[in-house]
């Protein structure tokens, strides 16, 4: 049964959809309509008549059944003990996928999660699949579809974000605005009755507008599974995990939010790395590496080239690289054209000190010239705000450069300033350059690329 009415829906039905602000209903209503999703929405309550959202008037059907066309997706959006009931009528009209917001099953315990099996049991008799219960929706930015209770804006790009948490995953959603990290897609996983883990993961594999994929998970249900998707699936596409519930006591939280059995956390670690799946620690880690590994193509080789007009940061930048195992370029044939774009007393050695003096010209010119050399395979540009040189004059240039040079390899920014600076980055992140503001968060996140590129060649051979 495929998933993909899940994110590319011709129609939309909300169960429950209000006209009342304030409530879930509303609010999916809105979302949908301000998103600009373009398919057909329609509205369901068993009241019946009209409501307005958004400046919009829908007539209100009393049941799905009662909608004169096809439907692909049915948000759920009604009590718990209403549930069940709406299923079956979805099943009957023949609505692809559910995604049901409604919280008040598997996580309450044995009862609940029997009702859960029957909700999947009557959906694939019908060949509907579920997305939840306990869930705030479904974001599919390239189809304009945002069918949450979250925020309305969701920025546009390459990363796919999973999340077993509800409350986290609504917080994230504004998180990523803020941070201007990019989304193809924002799924709610919940009690994963129907639909889990490996089902997105099988998805986004073959889907054109994902780059990579990050999962926060508590526990993971079919462990084999799921491990073997995700081991193919890292052979195309990049996947972090934020897996919660490390700790002893951890586990037993996560056990009583979602239901889930955390399992030892050392068989995770284990079987995450067999995997090609990258663990990250904290949601900032795993955003950092996210920028880069959703945006950037693939190093061709081991050579790392640092640019940088301050060598405090190209020090720093230097450790967080030799801690991370990853090699500085040493051919001072090669590195000597850096000599062209500094005062004599900069130094052209790796990390490349083009000094305090570095102008728009020279990070010009040496941004330029370490995206030509086919022997530079990696580069991060670093930058300390100065008077000389405004640092979104410098963002403009690396966009530049790096869009002119056909973005071949990867590069990485980190600028370390003030209020000009957080702009600059901001610039950067919106043209899906990777952009930080300290330095070892940006070779931390090339060596996170690093090393999902190293298992691969690696796995790629055995
Ligand atoms: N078919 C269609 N509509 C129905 C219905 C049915 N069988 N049964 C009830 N409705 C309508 C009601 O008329 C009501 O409409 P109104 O808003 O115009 O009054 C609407 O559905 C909602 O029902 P209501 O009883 O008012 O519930 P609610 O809006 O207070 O809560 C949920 C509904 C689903 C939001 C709530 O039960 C719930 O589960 N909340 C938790 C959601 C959550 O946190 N999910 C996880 C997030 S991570």
């Not at 620690?281 to 950092?288: K, P, Q, S, V, W």
């Not at 370490?370 to 100065?386: D, E, F, K, R």
Request: glycine share 10%; net charge negative.
């Amino acid at each position: 049964m495929s998933i993909e009415a899940l994110f590319k829906p011709r129609s939309v039905a909300v169960v429950g959809a209000s006209g009342k602000p304030g409530k879930i209903g509303y609010a999916i209503m809105k979302n949908l309509i301000e998103y600009g999703y373009e398919g057909k929405i329609y509205a369901v309550n068993v009241r019946g008549g009209e409501i307005e959202v958004s400046g919009r008037k829908f007539e209100v059907y009393k049941t799905i059944l009662d909608v004169p066309d096809e439907v692909d997706m049915a948000v759920i959006v009604v009590p718990a003990k209403f549930v069940p009931q709406v299923v079956e009528e979805c099943g009957k009209k023949g609505v692809k996928v559910l995604p049901i917001i409604s919280s008040g099953f598997g996580e309450l315990g044995e009862e609940g999660k029997k009702v859960e099996e029957q909700l999947v049991e009557t959906a694939h008799k019908y060949g509907m699949r579920i997305l939840g219960p306990n869930i705030f929706g479904v974001v599919y930015t390239p189809a304009k579809l945002n069918a949450t209770f979250g925020p309305t804006d969701v920025l546009p790009g390459k990363l796919a974000l999973v999340s077993q948490s509800g409350a986290l995953g609504i917080a994230l959603m504004g998180w990523t605005i803020l941070e201007k990290v990019g989304l193809s897609a924002l799924v709610s996983i919940g009690n994963k009755s129907d639909l889990d883990d490996a089902d997105m993961l099988d998805y986004f594999e073959n889907d054109e507008n994902t780059g990579a994929i990050l999962i926060y998970m508590e526990g993971v249900k079919g462990g084999r599974k799921f491990m073997e998707t995700a081991k193919r699936v890292s052979m195309k596409k990049p996947i972090i995990i934020i897996k919660a519930g490390r700790s002893e006591r951890g586990a037993k939280a996560a056990a009583s939010h979602t239901g889930s059995l955390a399992g030892a956390d050392s068989i995770y670690t284990a079987a995450f790395k067999q995997s090609g799946i990258l663990r990250a620690l904290t949601i900032g880690e795993a955003f950092d590496w996210a920028r880069t590994l959703s945006n950037l193509p693939e190093p061709e080789g081991e050579n790392v080239v640092i640019l940088t007009n301050g060598g405090g940061i190209g020090v720093m930048a230097t450790d967080a690289a030799e801690e991370e195992g990853l090699k500085l370029y040493d051919n001072l044939e090669d590195l000597k054209v850096f000599a062209n774009h500094m005062p004599p007393f900069g130094s052209y050695k790796n990390p490349v000190d083009l000094t305090g003096m570095a102008d728009a010209k020279a990070y010009e010119g040496a941004v330029r010239d370490a995206l030509a050399n086919p022997n530079m395979h990696a580069i991060a540009v670093l930058y300390c705000q100065t008077a000389v040189l405004d640092p979104r004059d410098l963002a403009k240039i690396v966009i530049e450069e790096y869009e002119a040079s056909g973005k071949k390899k990867p590069l990485v920014v980190a600028i370390v300033g003030g209020i000009e600076a957080k702009e600059a980055i901001d610039m950067l992140n919106e043209k899906g350059i990777p952009a930080y503001p300290e330095p070892e968060r940006a070779i931390k996140s090339l060596s996170a690329l690093y090393k999902w590129h190293n298992w691969k060649m690696k796995h790629k051979k055995e």
